[in-house]
Structures are given as structure tokens and as C-alpha cells.
T-cell receptor, first 115, second 116 residues
Framework: AQSVTQPDIHITVSEGASLELRCNYS??????LFWYVQSPGQGLQLLLK??????LVQGIKGFEAEFKRSQSSFNLRKPSVHWSDAAEYFC?????????????FGAGTRLAVHP | GAVVSQHPSRVICKSGTSVKIECRSL??????MFWYRQFPKQSLMLMAT?????????EQGVEKDKFLINHASLTLSTLTVTSAHPEDSSFYIC????????????FGSGTRLTVV
């Protein structure tokens, strides 16, 4: 079955430092991958997505992610973190089950930013 | 574009009562909507896939009779938590995808349900 793994439950970085959040997927074909961000008590906001084409994907808020098929990874990066980036980050993959596309989430990584 | 509205944002109900949560796609038609449940500091767990004009498809372990899903139109899906109990307290989030762009998912702002 398709799955998504986010190895880091909690990451703390200093403001202005670079950031990389890891995501590994398990999927037989070319996956459709997403990164979402969630602030406490809020819904999810799409940061970026990968369907095909250029493996380096640019998103909103200065985020980017690189799809690496050989490593089954889709890590999220940001060169300089802002305090407002503190939130929960979810990696997700589309799976097909019962004829329907479904979005399956990883466990999430909670990002804390020190001033 | 692609806005999903979810109401209510918060609801408190007494144990044994039923609560309905609405999910509307405001500017697009959605043949498929999804309902997720999220426990504190945990990930989103897919509960069911709501299909316009047909029965919902529930994930394994989700009680169909407790979580009733109706997708009566291309812009509205509802989740009714029947005979709610304190263990049903959770954050419920819906998601929808525009017709023809099934890979683009937009999420509602979520509903915090507290059963007392």
C-alpha cells in the first residue's frame, strides 16, 4: 500500500537558518506529492505539489521541494526561516483505491522557530 | 479560486445528540469530497470519500452508522456525527477537488467538535 513517512516529529531551528523537512514515500508509479502547512486549530494550506516535469518545485512563502525518485523522497526546503513559519507540516501522496483518488498524509513535522 | 467553506468552525454538543458539519465548494463543482479526522498533535486520518449522488466510501475501521455522509449536490457534502460521545471529540476537516482536476485538493478550515 502507498504510504508517506515523515521521519522527524519535531524540528527546532533558529530564525534565519535554513530548513529541510524530510518526506519519503512508498508508491509503485510516479507519485503525486504535496506539502501542506497547518497552523494550530486551522485547516491546511497547500505549499506546493509535484505531479511531473521539473523535479525541483517552487511553492509559496519561499518554500521549495525536490522530488528524487532514486531516494523515494520529496523533501521540503527553505533557505531562511521566519518566525511565522512555526507550524505543522504535512507531506501527502495521492493514492488510488476503489477507483478513487485519495490523499494520504504523513505523520507531520512540527516546526518551532527560535528568535 | 478553489475555495472550500466548512461550518461550523466550533461546536459543543451533549453526549447522545447528533451534530451536522457542512462542507461547501464555493466556486467550483466537486464530484468527490473527503472527510478527515485529526486528533491533537496527530496527522489527518481519512475517514471517508464522499461521492456526489452515491454512497460514501468509508475507510476501514470507520463506523458508517456513526458518521453519516451525504453528498447531495456537486457543491455540498455533510458529515453527521450521530449519538455523539466524548470520544468523538476531535477536529474534522473536509477537502474537495475541482472536477477535472482531481489532483488539486483544497481544504476547509476544520470543525472542532467537543462532546460533553
Amino acid at each position: 500500500a502507498q504510504s508517506v513517512t515523515q521521519p522527524d516529529i519535531h524540528i527546532t531551528v533558529s530564525e534565519g537558518a535554513s530548513l529541510e523537512l524530510r518526506c519519503n514515500y512508498s508508491y509503485g508509479a510516479t507519485p503525486y506529492l504535496f506539502w501542506y502547512v497547518q497552523s494550530p486549530g486551522q485547516g491546511l494550506q497547500l505549499l506546493l505539489k509535484y505531479f511531473s516535469g521539473d523535479t525541483l518545485v517552487q511553492g509559496i512563502k519561499g518554500f521549495e521541494a525536490e522530488f528524487k525518485r532514486s531516494q523515494s523522497s520529496f523533501n521540503l526546503r527553505k533557505p531562511s526561516v521566519h518566525w511565522s513559519d512555526a507550524a505543522e507540516y504535512f507531506c501527502a501522496v495521492v493514492t488510488i483505491s476503489g477507483g478513487y483518488n485519495k490523499l494520504i498524509f504523513g505523520a507531520g513535522t512540527r516546526l518551532a522557530v527560535h528568535p | 479560486g478553489a475555495v472550500v467553506s466548512q461550518h461550523p468552525s466550533r461546536v459543543i454538543c451533549k453526549s447522545g445528540t447528533s451534530v451536522k458539519i457542512e462542507c461547501r465548494s464555493l466556486d467550483f463543482q466537486a464530484t468527490t469530497m473527503f472527510w478527515y479526522r485529526q486528533f491533537p498533535k496527530q496527522s489527518l486520518m481519512l475517514m471517508a470519500t464522499s461521492n456526489e449522488g452515491s454512497k460514501a466510501t468509508y475507510e476501514q475501521g470507520v463506523e458508517k452508522d456513526k458518521f453519516l455522509i451525504n453528498h447531495a449536490s456537486l457543491t455540498l457534502s455533510t458529515l453527521t456525527v450521530t449519538s455523539a460521545h466524548p470520544e468523538d471529540s476531535s477536529f474534522y476537516i473536509c477537502s474537495a477537488s475541482p472536477r477535472g482536476r482531481e489532483k488539486g485538493y483544497t481544504f476547509g478550515s476544520g470543525t472542532r467538535l467537543t462532546v460533553v
